[in-house]
């Protein structure tokens, strides 16, 4: 599968989740919820930042991807803040709203201006060995905990080169 489309794919899958998370009604629902989102998440961000935004480093991409790492660490500030509470805490629900804010916002820009470009600057077959290497990397750290990386990445966001 095509990097992008993979991505696309990891979106779709994020924002049903977030659905779920809005819709359940006791707190351990909940939790395994944002559980799963923070675990995607972490994997997610991690296949895009160590794989696909070095591979499309070039040209007029370099700034869209220096501001997509950086909304990368603002939404892994919130992840680290949310790992330390409980969804009986009163703050648990509207940090959940602006994480979804913040993601929703990273994958209407990555998906409206920065596939179509990385699209226009790469060759199919490029972007399908990409999105194997991706899916394999994001397989693997889902077998553990990602989520439990998180805090340790809040610092500043990563270098692209």
């Given at each position: 599968m095509e990097a992008t489309k993979l991505l696309s794919k990891q979106h779709d899958e994020v924002k049903e989740l977030f659905q779920r998370f809005e819709a359940a009604e006791d707190e351990s629902e909940k939790e395994e919820l944002f559980e799963q989102i923070?675990?995607?998440?972490?994997?997610?961000?991690?296949?895009?930042?160590?794989?696909?935004?070095p591979a499309v480093y070039v040209g007029e991409l370099k700034e869209k991807l220096q501001e997509a790492v950086e909304e990368h660490l603002a939404a892994k500030r919130v992840v680290a803040d949310l790992l330390e509470m409980e969804p009986s805490d009163e703050q648990f629900d509207p940090k959940m709203k602006v994480l979804k804010e913040l993601i929703e916002h990273h994958v209407e820009e990555e998906e409206g201006e920065l596939f179509p470009l990385v699209g226009q600057n790469f060759a199919r077959e490029e972007l399908e060995t990409l999105g194997e290497q991706m899916e394999q990397m994001f397989n693997q750290l889902q077998e553990d905990e990602p989520r439990e990386q998180i805090p340790a990445q809040t610092d500043h966001a990563p270098p692209l080169r």
């Open positions: 923070a675990d995607d998440f972490a994997a997610h961000g991690e296949i895009e930042e160590k794989i696909f935004y």
